[in-house]
């Protein structure tokens, strides 16, 4: 047997003795060992904070990015070794695809986060806010990476998709990680652990893995420090309560175990396909991964007129659920992790069927393909009957963390509501229904008590994930028993890691801090023209005042020709009364087309293309006879990676577009992207 091992303060180490025996769920063959016991928890949190911090913290957004997008490339290459292990966990093909492509997904989908990010190892938040009545005093906000680590304390249920979905996020936000998984699944993640450190992608000490039990892992934590877990209400409390983590303010993100509902709308009726995809997503909610998910369907609430009908579908459907080896074609199904894990999903089942009735399933007699029922880990798929849920409450109240859901009717949708406020917050429900208005009904009624909202019809079946489909884009978690936590949720994810700090100063003061230009702040005069210069010799601020131009009543006729807008402010004098308008005005539009004539250097140079206008705004009307101009300023730089090798080395530059008139009040804003050649055509 192997045994499994920790990597801590830049090598790999083996635990006293022997804290965990590992089995194949399948066959019970013994794998291998692990432990954690005697490891220096003080020194590996010390060593990420001093080595894998500063490391990260040199890196900007868009070089962690990047990074994240080689690890996810490399790691692909690799995932026909994590198939392979992933399938002593229980796991079919399926499953293993969403623990292994959807982890590494993740990694992807945290990496394109680095477009919305500027070009620096810190973040400016908003816009400045002007606290002074002549401009010369500002506020703003940026967000800096704090210099703890993060140590996450995942689950069993997804040993790879746990540790990448979590340290994708802090690692864009340049704050290192410690992984601590499941004792009961950590075999697996060891196993890409190893692969990402020979991998040398990511700097030294910004990852850490635990195997084992992992006691007296959060014994050092200080007020920098984060703490992530995934797992049971129970567990999560307790560990939230500790009085290092309360005196030192640790921010705890949980995300709990909750018992998840699906509602079938009453418009769902047996002859519409919504019905069908209903009962299809309640079967899968309950096989897949063996319902060990804490996003699965755990209440099953359908119109009391339809319970009958729901449940003979749900019956029929989980009778074609082949449970066996997933190395079988056949198989749909795979086992439990652990027969520890089948231990506890039984006493539950038990508990539950005190006050419900089993209509589908038993506990002992079933059917398994390919394996030797008695050696492997395996649970038939339990379909429990509810009919008086509002008196019956242990459905609501007991989790059973495997294949097992409880069917219940509702009256109205306000009942359907209420049923799923008493699972006292869920991390995911859904409601399936061809009626838009239901469907609205239900989510701005239900919102409050769930963190994410499947809402499912004809229309969006074929491309939906699913409803235990956590994706890296949304916020996943929930309020009350799911653990009140958020994670992922794209750009707001990263930001969980970093400190907002309110900044004030003179505006020339904030921009070089921020390296945004902020109004107000000094404007040299860039020579040569900015158009003349490279990405790497342009500097935040600096400007070109460019020649000015007299509006006349013919650019008005002339636009409105070329252009076909021909708007009754711009044309009709005779119907402005009643407007804010004085005389026919210029087109908004008309003042940007101008204002890249003002501002434009026409010659071949360093600029490729200008490809976008962002936040464009007519602040004044421009009448015939005004006289306007621009100042056109480098607001923004943001390094661009090469696509391949013969691609032209390239960075986006931001240019705030000033145009104001004769009095010097500004008549428009926008912000022109383009991109720019650099000078070094190797990086």
């Known amino acids: 047997m192997r045994k499994y091992q920790n990597y801590i303060l830049g090598k790999w180490v083996d635990g006293e003795g022997m804290e965990v025996e590992f089995e194949n769920a399948i066959t019970g063959e013994k794998i291998g060992t692990?432990?954690?016991?005697?490891?220096?928890?003080k020194a590996i949190l010390e060593y990420g904070r001093k080595v894998g911090g500063p490391a990260l913290r040199k890196m900007t957004f868009q070089e962690r990015g990047r990074m994240l997008k080689k690890l996810a490339l490399f790691l692909l290459e690799k995932k026909k070794k994590y198939y392979e292990v992933s399938a002593w966990t229980g796991a079919t093909k399926i499953d293993s695809w969403i623990d292994i492509e959807g982890g590494i997904g993740n990694l992807f989908a945290n990496a394109s986060l680095r477009r919305q990010f500027p070009?620096?190892?810190?973040?400016?938040d908003g816009t400045a806010a002007p606290l002074s009545k002549g401009g010369s005093f500002i506020g703003h906000h940026i967000m800096v990476p704090r210099r703890g680590v993060v140590i996450h304390i995942n689950a069993f249920n997804f040993p790879i998709w746990g540790m990448l979905e979590k340290i994708a996020v802090n690692l864009m936000a340049g704050v290192p990680a410690v992984v601590?998984?499941?004792?009961?699944?950590?075999?697996?993640?060891?196993v890409m652990v190893r692969d990402i450190v020979d991998s040398?992608?990511?700097p030294e000490g910004s990852l850490q893995l635990i195997c084992g039990l992992g006691r007296g892992i959060l014994d050092h934590v200080t007020h920098e420090d984060f703490v992530t877990f995934t797992g049971s209400a129970a567990t999560g409390r307790k560990l939230k309560s500790l009085p290092q983590i309360i005196e030192n303010s640790v921010p705890f993100n949980l995300e709990a175990d909750s018992l998840n509902a699906a509602v079938l709308g009453k418009k769902a009726t047996p002859d519409t396909e919504e019905f069908n995809i209903f009962i299809k997503e309640c079967v899968k909610e309950m096989t897949v991964k063996a319902g060990q998910k804490c996003t699965a369907i755990r209440r099953i609430i359908v119109p009391e007129e339809l319970i009958d009908d729901v449940q003979k579908a749900l019956s029929e459907r989980l009778a074609k659920v082949k449970l066996g080896n997933p190395s079988n074609e056949e198989v749909r199904m795979g086992a439990l992790a652990t027969h520890l894990q089948v231990e506890r999903v039984r006493e539950n089942v038990e508990k539950l069927a005190k006050t419900q009735k089993i209509v589908f399933g038993d506990l002992d007699h079933f059917e398994v393909v390919g394996a030797e029922k008695e050696k492997g880990a395996f649970f038939s798929p339990i379909l429990f009957r509810n009919d008086n849920p509002k008196e019956l409450t242990d459905v609501h109240e007991i989790e059973c963390f495997g294949p097992v859901s409880t069917i219940m009717p509702y009256k109205n949708l306000e009942e359907a509501i209420e049923l799923t406020r008493m699972g006292k917050g869920s991390l995911v429900s859904s409601i399936v229904t061809p009626c838009?208005?239901?469907a609205k009904e239900y989510v701005l009624n239900a919102a409050h008590m769930h963190g994410r909202i499947l809402v499912l019809n004809k229309d969006c079946a074929k491309e939906s994930t699913g409803h235990g489909s956590p994706m890296?884009?949304?916020?996943?978690?929930?309020?009350?028993?799911?653990?009140?936590?958020?994670?992922m949720g794209g750009k707001r994810g990263v930001l969980h890691y970093l400190q907002r700090t309110a900044i004030q100063g003179h505006p020339t003061t904030i921009t070089t801090i921020t390296e945004q230009f902020q109004m107000g702040a000094d404007m040299p005069e860039a020579n040569p023209h900015v158009f003349r210069q490279h990405f790497e010799e342009l500097k935040v601020g600096d400007t070109v005042y460019t020649h000015k131009h007299t509006v006349t009543e013919a650019d008005i006729v002339n636009f409105a020709n070329v252009s076909g807008d021909n708007f009754y402010a711009h044309m009709d004098e005779t119907s402005l009364d009643g407007t804010i308008f004085e005389r026919r005005v210029a087109h908004g539009y008309f003042l940007l087309s101008k204002a890249a004539g003002l501002f434009v250097d026409p010659k071949k140079g360093p600029v490729l293309l200008n490809y976008g206008i962002e936040e464009a705004r007519f602040t004044k009307p421009v009448y015939p006879g005004a006289t306007v101009g621009v100042r056109f300023t480098v607001k923004e730089k943001i390094d661009q990676e090469k696509r391949d090798e013969n691609d032209i080395a390239k960075g986006i530059v931001k240019f705030l577009v000033d145009m104001y008139d004769e009095t010097g009040e500004t008549v428009a804003l926008a912000t022109i992207l383009t991109m720019v050649k650099k000078l070094d055509q190797s990086s």
């Open 34 to 41: 692990a432990s954690s016991k005697g490891l220096d928890y």
């Open 119 to 124: 070009d620096l190892p810190y973040y400016v």
């Open 436 to 438: 838009n208005e239901e």
């Open 200 to 202: 040398k992608i990511l």
């Open 180 to 190: 601590k998984p499941s004792e009961y699944t950590c075999y697996l993640t060891e």
């Open 472 to 487: 890296p884009l949304l916020t996943h978690g929930g309020p009350g028993r799911a653990g009140g936590g958020e994670e």
